[in-house]
């Protein structure tokens, strides 16, 4: 039973142009979510999160929405860029010392 | 400062032996949590560890055990090996158990089970 789905395993897109990045959650309480980027050979690093009281957050090139009627939550990067070509992960918890739950990831693909 | 690592690399195993994998957290983190990422999934959470106290544990069997010492370093033990532990083996460390505390991942060990 998947509580955090990435459907898309891969996603390839243009230098310059946005990527977005899906996951879909099952269990109502999470409330806060993460975004963690893996290249090969090395572990996944912290990206950007959210906590469930706000809708919204950016940080440079990196913005995450959170729809939470919805279950769901995205990733924009702007603009893309080759060095983002990775595999990124989202995680939610819920409150208190809980661990993460993660998507099974999906491979970004940015074209020069 | 260095960042967290771990050891093997690399690691090929007969199923029903046992292994030891092993990990040193980021300065100053007394968190270490362990994971499994079998391969095309997400880390799985196997268990964590705070100031050398088990503080909470996915669903794993009993054969997959941990120790955490003083210097917050930790071990991840597996007995009995079976195929299915082929995985990449991810140890995080972060500084107390708040999940907002961001979480620093080692590169992993790569586990065989033939």
């Known amino acids: 039973d998947q509580q955090v789905k990435q459907n898309s395993p891969s996603l390839s897109v243009q230098e310059g142009r946005i990527s977005i990045l899906n996951c879909d959650y099952t269990n109502s309480m999470f409330d806060y979510f993460l975004w963690y980027k893996k290249y090969p050979a090395e572990g996944p690093t912290f990206l950007i999160s959210i906590s469930s009281i706000k809708d919204k957050n950016e940080d440079g090139r990196f913005t995450v929405f959170l729809n939470k009627s919805a279950k769901h939550l995205s990733l924009h990067i702007v603009p893309s860029q080759p060095g983002d070509s990775a595999v990124y992960f989202c995680a939610a918890s819920q409150p208190g010392n809980t661990p993460l739950v993660f998507g099974k990831g999906t491979r970004l693909s940015v074209i020069a | 400062e260095t960042g967290v690592t771990q050891s093997p690399t690399h690691l090929i195993k007969t199923r029903g032996q046992q292994v030891t994998l092993r990990c040193s957290s980021q300065s100053g983190h007394n968190t270490v949590s362990w994971y499994q990422q079998a391969l095309g999934q997400g880390p799985q959470f196997i268990f964590q560890y705070y100031r050398e106290e088990e503080n909470g544990r996915g669903n794993f069997p009993p054969r997959f055990s941990g120790l955490q010492f003083p210097n917050y370093s930790s071990e991840l033990n597996v007995n009995a090996l079976e195929l299915d532990d082929s995985a990449l083996y991810l140890c995080?460390?972060?500084?107390?158990?708040?999940?907002?505390?961001?979480?620093?991942f080692g590169p992993g060990t790569r586990l065989t089970v033939l």
């Open positions: 995080a460390s972060r500084s107390g158990l708040a999940v907002y505390n961001e979480q620093f």
